[in-house]
């Protein structure tokens, strides 16, 4: 079983950026795809970015398509959601994520950090 702490939440004016990550503990992510999820308050918990799992292909919901880029390295168990251009449909808690499919829903991922808020005003 992976370990994820998620790190680099905090409230951001719209049009700010902030940089989430994720350290992994247990075992190595290499074997996992790696997500980025959200949910905000009274919505469902919807995906918001993928990595393979070496990294050469990442995959984005159409909303942050273009704004947000999710990164990882390997050799330190880590992953990253760098968010530009935040806006207030953005504020969230974010969550990271590890699976065996590249693009997972909800019921494929198979370890969930506990969380990181992210607060976007206007």
């Known amino acids: 079983q992976v370990q994820l702490v998620e790190s680099g939440g905090g409230l951001v004016q719209a049009g700010g950026s902030l940089r989430l990550s994720c350290a992994a503990s247990g075992r190595t992510i290499s074997r996992y795809a790696m997500g980025w999820f959200r949910q905000a308050p009274g919505k469902e918990r919807e995906f918001v970015a993928a990595?393979?799992?070496?990294?050469?292909?990442?995959y984005y919901a159409d909303s942050v398509k273009g704004r947000f880029t999710i990164s990882r390295d390997n050799a330190v168990d880590t992953v990253h959601l760098q968010m530009n251009s935040l806006k207030p449909e953005d504020t969230a808690v974010y969550y990271c994520?590890?699976?065996?499919?590249?693009?997972?829903?909800?019921?494929?991922?198979?370890?969930w950090g506990q969380g990181t808020q992210v607060t976007v005003s206007s």
């Open positions: 990595t393979s799992r070496s990294g050469g292909s990442t």
């Open positions: 994520a590890t699976s065996l499919v590249v693009v997972p829903t909800t019921l494929q991922v198979n370890s």
